[in-house]
C-alpha cells in the first residue's frame, strides 16, 4: 500500500502498528489528517495477547466502521462464572440492558483485530503503512518537531513530523530514546497463555477459577475466541522455571485437566507472562504523545490494557487534528494528559487491586479472602468483595477543565458533562439505526424535541449555532412522536430510550465532542451565548 | 426488601473494592498478633457505629453460623 506523496515529512507518524497505532492513523484518516505507521514486525505478531474487546472500544472503532465487523467475527460472551475450588460460587451478567448497537464484550484475537484495522487503512487515501521499519532513535528539532532515525534493510533514513504518535509497546523505544520510564509496581506471579483450539464449541462464557484442585490451588480462568478456540489462563506462583514450563507435554497435562480427557485439542501458542502496573510520568513530550502500552502497562485481569489503549487514541486525535487544522490552539494538547493520566491511574488501581486478590501475600489478606469465598456460598453481599478482574469501563472525563459544569436541574441523571455518550436505537422513517451511528467524528449538538410546536423553531436555533462554532459541523434531533414530514436530522427515539438515557425533556441540548464524549448539557434550550461560552471551554480557548 | 437482606443480600458499602484494599493495607507489615489485634479494634469500633444490640447479636450468629460449629 505504499503510496507516500509527501516526501519524508508526515504530519503525523505512528510508530508501531499494534491495535492502537492502528487505530491512531484510521481515526487520524477520519479527521483527514495525513499519517505514515511504521512497524518493526514484517508482519502480524501472532501471539496470544489481548481478546477481550469492550463496549466503547466498539463503539470507538465503530466511527470508523469496524463495529459489524468485529462483532460479526467475534464471540460475544455475556456471563461470566466465578468457582472456589470446584464450586460455583456466582455467575455475573454482562449484558443486563438491551438497546445497545456493541455488546458490552465481545472476544477476539488481538492477530484478528489488527488485521482488520489494516484492511480498513487500505479504504482511506493517506495513511501509509511500513512494515520492517524499525525506529532506533529520536530527538526534537529546533522548530519542535520531531527528527526520526528509521531502519529499514539495513539502511536508516529519517522522518521529519509534526507529531509522533508513540504506539510501540511496553518496551517503548521511544520512550528509552527519551530517557523516560515508567513507575510502578510489578508483580513477581508468573502466568502460563495456552490457546488451544478444540474440535467443539464450548458456552459462551468467562470461567474463573480461585484455588481449583485441578490446578494445585492456584488461579485459573477460561475464556472462548472465535474458531473455536480457547484461552486458559493459568497462575503459576513467582519461582517457575520457564524452560521446564513451555515444555509440550507438562503444558498438555495442565489442560487435560482442566478441559477434561474426552476433549481433542490441538495447542495453538504457549506463552509465559508476568506483568506490571505502571505508567510514564507524563504522556505528552513536546510533539510527541505516547499511548498504548507504551505510556501505561497493566495487568491483563479487566481488559484494559488494549480497550484503555483505544481510548486514549480517541482522546488524542481530535485534538491534535484540530490543533493542526488551527481550529483549535496547543493549549488542547496538553489536556491529553489532564485527561488520560486519571484514567490511566483508574486502570492501575483497578487492575491492580484484581492481582493483588488473586495473589494473597501476607496472612490476613489470606484469611480474609477465605471469609469472603465462604461468606459468598450464603451471603452475596461477600461476593462484591471477589476480584477476578473488574472489567474495563470508559472513563469519565467529569472535572476536566474541558468540560461545563453540569446544569444542576439534571439532578446528575442521564449523562453527564464528561461521560461519553450512550447509544440508543432510533428510527429515520422506517428504517431503525443507532443514536452512535448518527453522531459524526465532529462536535455536534444534540437535541431532544417532545413537542411539535419546539419541532418547528429548533432547526433554525440549531443551525444558527452551527454556522457561529467552527468545529460545530452537525446536529442531531431526537423526537418522542413521529413527526410528519421531517428532515433527515430528526431521529424518532420509539423504544423512549434515548431519552431515558439522556435524561431528556423537551428543548435538551447536549453538545458531544468528536470523541462522543459530553462537553456540556442543558436541560432547557440555552442561550447561543451560554453554548458558545461552552464550545470555547471544550477547545481550551 | 427485608431487614435480613439488608444484612446479606446486599453489599451496602459505597466502593468495596476500595474499602477491601484499605483493610489489607492496614495489615503490611504487621505480625500475626498485632494483626489479630487491629482485627479485634476494628470490629469493636465498626460494632460502635452499628450501635443496636439486637443487630449486632444478629451478625455475630450469623457468621458463626457460615462457620459451621454451632
Ligand atoms: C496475555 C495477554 C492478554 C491480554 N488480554 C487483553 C484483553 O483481553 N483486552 C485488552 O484490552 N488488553 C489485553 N491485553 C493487553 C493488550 O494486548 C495490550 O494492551 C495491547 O497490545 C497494547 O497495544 P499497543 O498497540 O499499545 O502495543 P503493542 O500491541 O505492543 O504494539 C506495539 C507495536 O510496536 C511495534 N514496535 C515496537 N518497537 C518498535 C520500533 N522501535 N519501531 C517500530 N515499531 C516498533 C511492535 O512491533 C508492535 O507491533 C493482554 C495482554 C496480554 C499479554
Known amino acids: ?541 | 426488601m427485608n431487614a435480613d437482606d439488608y444484612l446479606t443480600q446486599i453489599n451496602n458499602i459505597t466502593d468495596p473494592d476500595q474499602f477491601y484494599e484499605d483493610l489489607i493495607q492496614a495489615h503490611d507489615g504487621l505480625s500475626a498478633n498485632q494483626s489479630q489485634q487491629l482485627n479485634s479494634r476494628i470490629i469493636l469500633l465498626m460494632a460502635n457505629q452499628i450501635a443496636d444490640n439486637r443487630r449486632l447479636k444478629e451478625l455475630i450468629t450469623l457468621a458463626k453460623m457460615s462457620l459451621d460449629v454451632t
Open chain 1, 1 to 541: 500500500m505504499e503510496k507516500l506523496s509527501f516526501g519524508q515529512k508526515p504530519k503525523v507518524l505512528v510508530v508501531g502498528a499494534g491495535p492502537i497505532g492502528l487505530a491512531a492513523a484510521l481515526e487520524f484518516s477520519n479527521f483527514e489528517i495525513q499519517t505514515l505507521v511504521v512497524d518493526e514486525l514484517s508482519e502480524i505478531n501472532r501471539a496470544s495477547k489481548a481478546i477481550c474487546w469492550s463496549q466503547r472500544s466498539l463503539e470507538i472503532l465503530n466511527r470508523v466502521g469496524l463495529a459489524e465487523q468485529f462483532i460479526k467475527k467475534g464471540s460475544t460472551w455475556k456471563k461470566g462464572r466465578v468457582f472456589k475450588a470446584e464450586e460455583e460460587i456466582y455467575n455475573f451478567n454482562l449484558q443486563v440492558e438491551a438497546g445497545f448497537k456493541a455488546p458490552a464484550f465481545i472476544n477476539l484475537q488481538q492477530y484478528y483485530v489488527e488485521q482488520f484495522l489494516i484492511d480498513k487503512l487500505k479504504e482511506f487515501e493517506y495513511p501509509v503503512l511500513r512494515r520492517g521499519h524499525k525506529v532506533v532513535d529520536i530527538s526534537l528539532t529546533k522548530d519542535n518537531r520531531a527528527l526520526v532515525q528509521i531502519e529499514h534493510d539495513q539502511d536508516m533514513y529519517k522522518v521529519i513530523a509534526d507529531y509522533v504518535v508513540a504506539a510501540d509497546g511496553v518496551r517503548s523505544t521511544i520512550r528509552k530514546a527519551l530517557e523516560l520510564e515508567m513507575q510502578g509496581n510489578y508483580f513477581d506471579e508468573q502466568f502460563l497463555i495456552v490457546d488451544v483450539k478444540v474440535n467443539r464449541s464450548f458456552p459462551l462464557e468467562r470461567k474463573f477459577w480461585f484455588q481449583p484442585k485441578f490446578h494445585d490451588g492456584q488461579s485459573a480462568l477460561l475464556h472462548v475466541q472465535p474458531d473455536n478456540i480457547l484461552r486458559i489462563d493459568l497462575q503459576l506462583g513467582p519461582n517457575m522455571d520457564p524452560e521446564l514450563e513451555l515444555d509440550e507435554e507438562r503444558v498438555r497435562a495442565r489442560v487435560n485437566k482442566i478441559l477434561g480427557s474426552d476433549v481433542d485439542y490441538k495447542l495453538e501458542w504457549i506463552s509465559l507472562y508476568s506483568f506490571s502496573c505502571k505508567r510514564m510520568q507524563r504522556f505528552r513530550h513536546g510533539p510527541i504523545f505516547f499511548v498504548g502500552d507504551a505510556a501505561h502497562a497493566v495487568s491483563p485481569f479487566g481488559a484494559r490494557g488494549g480497550n484503555g489503549g483505544i481510548q486514549d487514541i480517541d482522546n488524542l486525535v481530535w485534538k491534535v487534528s484540530s490543533v493542526i487544522k488551527g481550529k483549535a490552539s496547543r493549549a488542547l494538547l496538553d489536556t491529553y494528559d489532564e485527561e488520560r493520566i486519571p484514567a490511566a491511574d483508574e486502570n492501575l488501581l483497578n487492575s491492580a487491586r484484581s492481582t493483588g486478590f488473586m495473589t494473597p501475600k501476607t496472612q490476613a489478606s489470606v484469611d480474609f479472602r477465605e471469609a469472603v469465598f465462604e461468606l459468598s456460598k450464603t451471603m452475596p453481599f461477600a461476593r462484591d468483595f471477589i476480584n477476578s478482574g473488574r472489567l474495563s469501563q470508559p472513563y469519565k472525563y467529569i472535572g476536566s477543565s474541558l468540560v461545563s459544569e453540569d446544569d444542576i436541574s439534571f439532578c446528575s441523571d442521564g449523562i453527564l458533562p464528561g461521560q461519553s455518550i450512550l447509544d440508543a436505537p432510533i428510527f429515520i422513517g422506517r428504517n431503525q439505526t443507532w443514536l452512535i451511528d448518527q453522531i459524526a467524528n465532529a462536535f455536534s449538538l444534540v437535541a431532544f424535541v417532545d413537542e411539535e410546536k419546539t419541532a418547528l423553531s429548533i432547526p433554525e436555533y440549531l443551525d444558527e449555532v452551527c454556522g457561529q462554532l467552527d468545529l460545530v459541523e452537525q446536529y442531531l434531533v431526537v423526537t418522542s412522536k413521529r413527526l410528519n414530514g421531517t428532515s433527515k436530522k430528526f431521529l424518532y427515539d420509539a423504544t423512549g430510550l434515548a431519552f431515558e438515557r439522556w435524561a431528556a425533556y423537551d428543548g435538551t441540548i447536549y453538545l458531544v465532542r468528536p470523541d462522543h464524549h459530553i462537553a456540556a448539557r442543558w436541560k432547557e434550550t440555552p442561550t447561543i451565548l451560554e453554548l458558545k461560552q461552552a464550545y470555547r471551554k471544550s477547545i481550551s480557548l
